[in-house]
């Protein structure tokens, strides 16, 4: 069978410049995919038939690197700063220019996709890579159109990545030789110098948090659940809160694990595959995600493999960012068309490692903006020296590098979305209880569990509550199945003072956190945060 005579839409590259290329394959299947991977030398098999890539010096997203065209058009809505960092259309058509000449006489991988479950919202994404593992992994992540679709495809946004093609800094206005340029004018997202496939996801995702807004659709970096009879939660959080393990719930239906929507008619995942992290991964722990790593198509990244081919994923010698990306399909209990009811519960984790936030409490709406934009959990220093102090951290939205406009510009959604559907939002502290990292202990994963079960079945609708005097949370007084003593957490402390101490200064932080937002932020918004 030729490799030529794949579905391709009527809009070939000639607005890429690229219409010369003889080398272009258009919309392999996986195997073929996995085929050319493999006689690339980008690839290897594991023992069982997934495809093991490494991803050379960046291992993962290069946040410094990444900037937006400033252009009149869209200059009044970023938020630009040290995240969405300005470049001008000098430098872009210069690398544009550049990248394209490069191109011209390589092989290239074409892969039309869609991303958006909702067809209302749906963006017609293309991504074109020298790298047939670029094609693997938009054909896994992104939604997979019909042959007959392929036919009509006409490409709203284009990623072009040149993973082999660096940047001289000096000369083409980069930071490095890594860059991703995003054009909102020419809607072309521009990446070189580096073969990290999370890239073109999360280029394509900042792209969706721009465009969704602007038609009263929420964007959110959370994963999604629900019951079988569709009562929807969704799960805000960082890295290592448990977005993906407390989602990954055999009981209820995956809607996704990463990148939604929420419009007026519900909930929609922006993906049609899972990008999950793979370190310490178990058959114990995370058993549906680890059944993926054993499939074929499933892509490992940085993943180290021993002599038998068996991927080792307690191993980080690549990176700690080891990953795994499939199909959303691969996971049994995923839903079918990746849309969900309006959420009942909507779910912010946070893994307090002061040891000073409640483990589960129920916020009001102005709290659920405070906390959105704060965006806060702790990260745990090392431990070379004996126990250090761990470290606060604040990303607004739960995602602020891939959130090109204000964070309140969210905020206000979610707060009218949550309002307007009457959803109940709980802050879950998967983190530490009885003291600080280091004094204190990690809240048991079977505890988070239960407490967040009893209160997606709606059993604390009833409950009374008491309000945190620092944190004014509402904490309840019974959860079932929980003992009733770590509820509070300043029971659970045998200081008190220390306990107090430690609150005011975690309320402080988050104080001086909210300070670059109090322009934008209104007075009920201020008044929601701790008591300094």
Same mark, same amino acid.
């Given at each position: ?158 990623? !072009?990545? $040149?993973?082999?093609?660096? =940047?001289?800094?000096?000369? /083409? #206005?980069?930071?490095?030789?890594? @860059?991703? &340029? ?34 009263? !659709?929420? $964007?959110?970096?959370?994963? =999604?659940?629900?019951?079988? /009879? #569709?009562?929807?939660?969704?799960? @805000?959080? &960082? ?36 990008? $999950? ?256």
């Amino acid at each position: 069978m030729s490799k030529h005579s794949h579905p391709r839409s009527k809009i070939g590259l000639d607005y890429l410049g690229l219409e010369n290329n003889e080398e272009t394959l258009w919309n392999l299947t996986a195997p073929e995919l996995y085929e050319e991977a493999i006689e690339n030398g980008e690839a290897v098999l594991t023992k069982d038939y997934a495809l093991r890539v490494l991803t050379g010096k960046y291992t993962g997203r290069s946040p410094k690197d990444k900037f937006i065209v400033d252009q009149p058009s869209i200059h009044d809505d970023i938020d630009w700063g040290e995240i969405n960092q300005p470049t001008n259309e000098e430098v872009f058509e210069n690398l544009f220019e550049k990248v394209t000449g490069y191109m011209q006489d390589k092989k290239l991988y074409v892969k039309d996709c869609y991303a958006g479950a909702d067809e209302k919202y749906q963006l017609n994404v293309r991504v074109v890579s020298e790298a047939a593992y670029h094609g693997l992994f938009s054909h896994n992540m992104f939604i997979r159109p019909t042959n007959d679709q392929l036919k009509n495809h006409d490409p709203d946004f284009t990623v !072009v990545a $040149a993973p082999n093609f660096k =940047a001289d800094p000096e000369e /083409d #206005g980069t930071r490095s030789e890594a @860059f991703v &340029l995003v054009n909102f004018d020419k809607k072309i997202i521009l990446i070189g110098g580096t073969l990290y496939s999370g890239e073109v996801k999360k280029g394509i995702f900042s792209v969706m948090n721009y465009l969704l807004p602007k038609q009263n !659709v929420m $964007a959110m970096h959370c994963s =999604a659940n629900m019951s079988q /009879d #569709g009562d929807t939660a969704v799960f @805000f959080g &960082l890295s290592g809160t448990g977005k993906t393990t407390l989602s990954s719930d055999q009981s209820r239906v995956l809607i996704g694990d990463d990148e939604h929507g929420w419009s007026e008619d519900g909930v929609f995942n922006i993906e049609g595959g899972c990008y $999950a992290k793979t370190i310490n991964l178990s058959e114990e722990g995370e058993p549906l995600i680890y059944a993926t790593t054993k499939m074929p198509g499933t892509i490992l990244e940085n993943v180290v493999l021993h002599g038998n081919r068996e991927p080792d994923f307690d191993d980080t010698s690549y990176t700690q960012n080891t990953r795994c990306s499939y199909p959303i399909h691969y996971i049994p209990n995923a839903a079918d068309n990746g849309q969900g009811n309006h959420p009942s519960n909507v779910i912010f984790l946070t893994c307090d490692a002061f040891g000073v936030l409640p483990p589960i409490s129920k916020l009001t709406p102005e709290q659920a903006m405070y906390h959105f934009i704060s965006g806060y959990t702790a990260k745990v220093a090392g431990t070379e020296r004996g126990v250090t102090e761990p470290q606060a951290t604040f990303s607004a939205c739960f995602g602020a590098p891939f959130m090109p406009l204000h964070p309140t510009v969210y905020a206000e959604l979610l707060a009218d979305k949550i309002r307007k559907h009457n959803s109940t939002v709980w802050l879950l502290n998967t983190g530490w209880t009885g003291g600080p990292y280091g004094e204190g202990h990690r809240m048991k994963l079977g505890h988070t569990r239960q407490m967040l079960s009893v209160a997606l079945e709606g059993n604390l609708d009833e409950a009374t509550f008491d309000i945190d005097p620092v944190f004014g949370l509402a904490i309840p007084n019974k959860v079932d199945g929980i003992p009733s003593e770590i509820l509070t957490p300043r029971n659970t402390w045998s200081d008190k003072d220390a306990y107090d101490e430690k609150a005011e200064e975690l309320a402080a932080m988050f104080a001086e956190n909210f300070q670059q937002f109090e322009d934008e932020a209104s007075k009920e918004l201020i008044k929601a945060g701790p008591k300094v």
